[in-house]
């Protein structure tokens, strides 16, 4: 380990490591006893958390990852023979390994978008052939805040996905692996664009914002008979779906300590990646002035930024820093600002891109 190379990409915020208050919460709760499955004190604030931060009548569960926050999620929201609304891009139906297909049996019905969002049009187009036995019935909308664009919806975007969800009797799913992100960018509250807005059920991202593994299902409105019977669903699917932590203790005092005072922690950090991105943005702009080889077809919103460039530039640049190729039939990139990156990680970067390009 002594010899281990520190080094910071841009392929994932997964990539970073933990937050250092986050460490040291673990390591202050480690001391002593506590009793196993979620009757510990950390979740028990956990839950005082969420509804301080999603409402009075909102239940948090945590859980390890994402993937398995939205399928517990959808799985809860859905019949047998009900499928899911979302986009060709999502997490769930890109980047899950199938597992919403294979472990919950849902399917997906995607539609095509640029920008990474659905909309009430693209909802309604899957709303068809209701009743009739040869099509999976559509039970839930799934979108993700940020989205996999790195785009963010607006607040009167949600209300009227969420209007048109309620029209059809719909469950409206919110996958917020990035979620500190999006209210970093839209500088509101986790209640202000969820359930203020009509979203029933959110995936709550900790491990991106700087946690080690710590995700939770958010059930918004517990009034609602809808809430009343997604709350009684989570918990029972959450331990078949293995997600179940016996020391959940550890679990829910990473989301603790990002959800104190405020959310002070997973806000500053989803800033700080936020920042970053919108620093490294302008760099590539100024780049692309003089090199008409990089386009950045949509500008940056929140954590990520998606330019195009030649191929042998990509290669190139790999060989300085680790990132992902977003779309291998046009060059497009997808470069990540995590929450422990610094401003000369992205210098550095943006001065590798130049000579590259030079170079080429």
Known sequence: MSERKIWRGFASDNYAGVHPKILSAMVELNDGHEIAYGDDTATARFGELVKEHFGENALGFPVFNGTGANVIALQAALEQWEAVICTESAHIHVDEGGAPEKMAGIKLWTVSTDSGKLTPELIESQIFDVGVVHRAQVGAVSIAQSTELGTVYTVAELKALAETCHKHDLVLHMDGARLSNAAAALGLSFKEFTTDVGVDLVSFGGTKIGAMAAEAVIVTNTESEQGRKLANAVPFL?????????????????????????AELALANGRHANDLAKVLEEGLLEIAAQFPVVVLPNRAQANAVFPILPVDVIEKLQQEYWF???????GQVRWMCGWDNKTEDVQGLLTALRAALQSS
């Open 238 to 262: 959450r331990k078949t779906s293995m997600q179940l932590a016996s020391k959940m203790r550890f679990v829910s005092v990473q989301l603790n300590t990002l959800l104190e005072n405020g």
């Open 324 to 330: 992902y190729v977003w779309d291998q039939s046009t």
